[in-house]
């Protein structure tokens, strides 16, 4: 099956300092998503990006297929990027299977 | 703007009883998805539909059942809710776009305790 795996599984910023967040995923995925939970439980889209790099704002996505990884990279970090940020795989086989990693909990203390 | 509503937002019920939690979508989606999150778990898949008419079982589907009626609603049903089925619940949705890729939507989860 497909594998998903995060890290770090906690990280603790101050407010304005830069990170990153990497998933690690099996080659059956083709497809990757990357959302952020708030604190209030929301899931939020973030970013589809099965290859490639995309941008929005202070965050960025990268991911290598070929070498089965993916990076969120967070600048200039707000107490509002505070949350667990997850990244899901979508398995390349003949239905949509989504499997998500255990996330990373991010901390931005003033 | 489109969307996806659940309902209730928060559910506390008793074991043995069945419990009903609605999801609608109005992005006009085909693919519906039923998972739980718990602690140390992330989130699990637990149905998906493809269509109208068209279910079926992810990684945790014992205990669970959903139908698909029609395309906005998929609603999941615990036959008899155990102790063990307390999680928050998220509904999502997608659809096949150019590139063959499907994007998902979540709706706001509900909290299910049972007692």
Same mark, same amino acid.
């Given at each position: 099956?497909?594998?998903?795996?995060?890290?770090?599984?906690?990280?603790?910023?101050?407010?304005?300092?830069?990170?990153?967040?990497?998933?690690?995923?099996?080659?059956?995925?083709?497809?990757?998503?990357?959302?952020?939970?708030?604190?209030?439980?929301?899931?939020?889209?973030?970013?589809?990006?099965?290859?490639?790099?995309?941008?929005?704002?202070?965050?960025?996505?990268?991911?290598?297929?070929?070498?089965?990884? $993916?990076?969120?990279?967070?600048?200039?970090?707000?107490?509002?990027?505070?949350?667990?940020?997850?990244?899901?795989?979508?398995?390349?086989?003949?239905?949509?299977?989504?499997?998500?990693?255990?996330?990373?909990?991010?901390?931005?203390?003033? | 703007?489109?969307?996806?509503?659940?309902?209730?937002?928060?559910?506390?019920?008793?074991?043995?009883?069945?419990?009903?939690?609605?999801?609608?979508?109005?992005?006009?989606?085909?693919?519906?998805?039923?998972?739980?999150?718990?602690?140390?778990?992330?989130?699990?898949?637990?149905?998906?539909?493809?269509?109208?008419?068209?279910?079926?079982?992810?990684?945790?589907?014992?205990?669970?059942?959903?139908?698909? $009626?029609?395309?906005?609603?998929?609603?999941?049903?615990?036959? $008899?809710?155990?102790?063990?089925?307390?999680?928050?619940?998220?509904?999502?949705?997608?659809?096949?776009?150019?590139?063959?890729?499907?994007?998902?939507?979540?709706?706001?989860?509900?909290?299910?305790?049972?007692?």
């Amino acid at each position: 099956g497909i594998q998903v795996e995060q890290s770090p599984p906690d990280l603790i910023l101050q407010e304005g300092a830069n990170s990153t967040l990497r998933c690690n995923f099996s080659d059956s995925v083709n497809n990757l998503q990357w959302f952020h939970q708030n604190p209030w439980g929301q899931l939020i889209n973030l970013f589809y990006i099965p290859s490639g790099t995309k941008q929005n704002g202070r965050l960025s996505a990268t991911t290598v297929a070929t070498e089965r990884y $993916s990076l969120l990279y967070i600048s200039s970090s707000q107490t509002t990027d505070s949350g667990v940020y997850f990244c899901a795989g979508v398995n390349s086989g003949g239905y949509q299977k989504v499997t998500f990693g255990t996330g990373t909990k991010l901390q931005v203390i003033p | 703007d489109a969307e996806i509503t659940q309902s209730p937002r928060h559910k506390i019920t008793e074991t043995g009883r069945q419990v009903t939690l609605a999801c609608h979508q109005t992005w006009n989606h085909n693919n519906m998805f039923w998972y739980r999150q718990d602690l140390g778990h992330g989130l699990r898949l637990i149905h998906y539909s493809y269509g109208v008419q068209d279910t079926n079982k992810g990684e945790v589907s014992d205990g669970y059942s959903v139908s698909r $009626s029609n395309t906005e609603d998929l609603p999941l049903t615990l036959e $008899s809710a155990a102790s063990s089925q307390t999680s928050v619940y998220f509904c999502a949705s997608s659809e096949l776009r150019a590139g063959a890729y499907y994007e998902q939507y979540f709706g706001p989860g509900t909290r299910l305790t049972v007692t």
